[in-house]
């Protein structure tokens, strides 16, 4: 049977393939389902063919998975802010182990790697400490409002059907923050509705209301609320700053970025703080954080502290250690891990990240830190130290070739490798196996619900 594009097809969904999508097998070939998990049975329609997989998307469910729960989110299927919000959590926490596991097999070529069940969280929603919103001209539609002629079709506030970049959904809550965050982003949409000025274009780039990013303390229960816009105009936005402040006391940031920049990126080219502090304090553990409005931090704090107490047991410091945290963001690791060392060096690419480590360093009594601004492949050979144990927390592309190279040369006795993409986590580790043994691996939830998973390596060396 040769499946075409745009036919309806019976499937047996066996696993759930990394990226998060049901895998079934058609006669041989590998289809990949949008909406399915493990144990399904669908009827689903082929949207590309290719020669060795296809890609389908859910019709309806002939007989579902077991592992099936209601999602309590009504845009559960059509957001792109959680899509795995069908599934059992514990089978989430089983699939994100065996996606470590495999990529550790198929890329590393190290099957055997001892891969822990995943550690997952205890808030399984209203754990995010960060959401980005998007502005649209005119709103996505959910599929029960197509065709009516009583929906509003106008603008949209929140977040975007996946893979698209102009398909916005109007969310009037979204479950993976704190409830407050829902009564604001209802409070500027309607703000945003009545105001003079337009949003902007996601395709004509005119227009003015971009994004609205929201950052929450759990630690303090401060609320950062951050509007970014096209270009510079307070009087049109500090009423909304003003009406925010008097509503909820909790709130006690209100900052303007400006941004006319096309990339569809919630960060501006310069702020303007509106109301209150332009920092809100947030606590990992034992150390207090001041964060901007541009500063990287781990987006769930609770999941934050098991990561990071993962790194610190993996580190095995015992005082006397001289050691390198690449990628290092504000610097929070390496405060974690200061009192057990005798000295920890930072090293970040973005500025505004680096004045943010030291600031917390100060707020923090810590002295034993020192950070250095700069590409971590020009700051890393020109260092000139030789550290006893390396923690690396790259970006999802993982370590640029020259930075895996150097750490080669250098050769520390331990690394902690902490990674939020496992393929290139085992990319980097096909190297760095010549040298290291893998003692352990710990996947750690710090996103329930959605495919994303952050694993920690225990690394030691071998020659
Ligand atoms: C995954 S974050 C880790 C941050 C930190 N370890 C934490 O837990 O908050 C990766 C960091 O690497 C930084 N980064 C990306 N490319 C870099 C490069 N080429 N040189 C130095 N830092 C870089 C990013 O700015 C970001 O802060």
């Given at each position: 049977m040769s499946v075409k594009k745009g036919q309806d097809v019976e499937l047996e969904v066996t696993q759930i393939a990394f990226g998060g999508r049901g895998l079934a097998r058609l006669e041989g070939l590998a289809v990949f389902v949008d909406g399915a998990i493990a144990g399904d049975r669908v009827l689903a329609r082929i949207v590309k063919k290719k020669k060795s997989y296809a890609e389908a998307r859910l019709v309806s469910l002939i007989s579902p998975s077991p592992f099936r729960v209601d999602p309590p989110c009504p845009y559960s299927g059509i957001c792109g802010g959680c899509t795995w919000q069908q599934m059992s959590y514990e089978k989430q926490l089983y699939y994100k182990q065996q996606h470590?596991?495999?990529?550790?097999?198929?890329?590393?070529?190290?099957?055997?790697?001892?891969?822990?069940?995943?550690?997952?969280?205890?808030?399984?929603?209203?754990?995010?400490?960060?959401?980005?919103?998007?502005?649209?001209?005119?709103?996505?539609?959910?599929?029960?409002?197509?065709?009516?002629?009583?929906?509003?079709?106008?603008?949209?506030?929140?977040?975007?059907?996946?893979?698209?970049?102009?398909?916005?959904?109007?969310?009037?809550?979204?479950?993976?923050?704190?409830?407050?965050?829902?009564?604001?982003?209802?409070?500027?949409?309607?703000?945003?509705?009545?105001?003079?000025?337009?949003?902007?274009?996601?395709?004509?780039?005119?227009?003015?209301?971009?994004?609205?990013?929201?950052?929450?303390?759990?630690?303090?229960?401060?609320?950062?609320?951050?509007?970014?816009?096209?270009?510079?105009?307070?009087?049109?936005?500090?009423?909304?700053?003003?009406?925010?402040?008097?509503?909820?006391?909790?709130?006690?940031?209100v900052i303007n970025s400006i941004s006319g920049r096309k990339a569809g990126v919630a960060v501006g080219e310069y702020e303007l703080l509106l109301e209150g502090r332009s920092t809100i304090l947030e606590r990992i553990g034992d150390f207090e954080f001041e964060l901007s409005a541009s500063s990287f931090f781990q987006t769930n704090t609770t999941g934050a502290r098991l990561l990071y107490d993962t790194v610190r047991r993996f580190a095995r410091l015992g005082g006397d250690e001289t050691v390198l945290d690449l990628y290092c963001g504000t610097g929070t690791i390496a405060i974690y891990l200061a009192a057990e060392a005798r000295e920890v060096i930072g090293l970040e690419v973005v500025e505004s990240a680096v004045a943010d480590a030291r600031r917390n360093c100060r707020r923090n009594g810590i002295d034993n830190c020192r950070f250095v601004a700069g590409d971590v492949r020009q700051t890393l050979p020109a260092l000139g130290v030789q550290p006893d144990v390396m923690i690396i927390d790259p970006p999802r592309a993982g370590m640029h070739a020259d930075v895996l190279q150097e750490v080669m040369t250098l050769r520390p006795r331990r690394m902690v490798y902490v990674s939020c993409n496992p393929a290139t986590l085992a990319r980097d580790m096909l190297q760095l196996k010549e040298a290291y043994r893998v003692l352990e691996v710990q996947p750690v939830d710090m996103f329930p619900h959605t495919f994303h998973i952050e694993a920690v390596a225990a690394l030691e060396r071998v020659s």
């Open positions: 470590v596991q495999e990529a550790f097999g198929h890329i590393a070529l190290m099957p055997d790697v001892n891969v822990k069940p995943t550690v997952g969280t205890e808030r399984v929603f209203g754990y995010r400490n960060k959401m980005e919103f998007s502005c649209a001209e005119r709103r996505w539609l959910m599929p029960d409002e197509l065709g009516r002629d009583d929906v509003d079709t106008g603008m949209a506030l929140g977040l975007h059907v996946p893979g698209t970049f102009h398909k916005v959904l109007d969310i009037q809550a979204c479950l993976l923050q704190p409830d407050l965050g829902n009564r604001i982003l209802c409070d500027v949409r309607d703000f945003i509705k009545a105001s003079a000025l337009p949003v902007y274009g996601l395709k004509s780039h005119e227009g003015f209301w971009r994004f609205l990013v929201l950052r929450h303390s759990s630690a303090f229960d401060e609320w950062m609320v951050n509007i970014v816009t096209a270009s510079e105009a307070r009087d049109q936005v500090q009423p909304l700053a003003d009406l925010l402040v008097q509503r909820y006391p909790n709130v006690i940031s």
